[in-house]
């Protein structure tokens, strides 16, 4: 059984950062996607970035410049490095993965081209 835990998650001032790790285990080959997506109460889940097995990265428009994403040689940990949060970044934060090969950013949610794997999530807080 495929696991994600997320971790690095806190609170931090505005302009602060935090580094998200997300370790899988129970799955003996790499993934092909890994991503991080978050979320606030009552809003949407929104796709923050992906990488591939190539190592081809994307980012949402708001934190483009900011926020690295990154994966170690096996690709099953992913990290998230948080530069200068905004307490708009304030949400929980949940990793993803998946084998299939569709692109990996902007994948639909409740479709066979949405991330297989999911963690529960580690909550950030920024305050200003």
């Known amino acids: 059984q495929v696991q994600l835990v997320e971790s690095g998650g806190g609170s931090v001032q505005a302009g602060g950062s935090l580094r998200l790790s997300c370790p899988a285990s129970?799955?003996?080959?790499?993934?092909?996607?890994m991503g991080w997506f978050r979320q606030v109460p009552g809003k949407e889940r929104e796709e923050v970035a992906t990488?591939?097995?190539?190592?081809?990265?994307k980012y949402a428009d708001s934190v483009k410049g900011r926020f690295t994403i990154s994966q170690d040689n096996a690709r099953k940990t992913s990290y998230l490095q948080m530069n200068n949060l905004k307490v708009e970044d304030t949400a929980m934060y949940y990793c993803?993965?998946?084998?299939?090969?569709?692109?990996?950013?902007?994948?639909?949610?409740?479709?066979?081209?949405?991330?297989?794997?999911w963690g529960q999530g580690t909550q950030v807080t920024v305050s200003s």
């Open positions: 993803a993965a998946d084998t299939t090969t569709w692109p990996c950013f902007q994948r639909v949610p409740g479709t066979k081209t949405e991330f297989t794997y």
């Open positions: 990488i591939d097995n190539d190592g081809s990265t």
């Open positions: 129970g799955y003996t080959h790499s993934f092909y996607c």
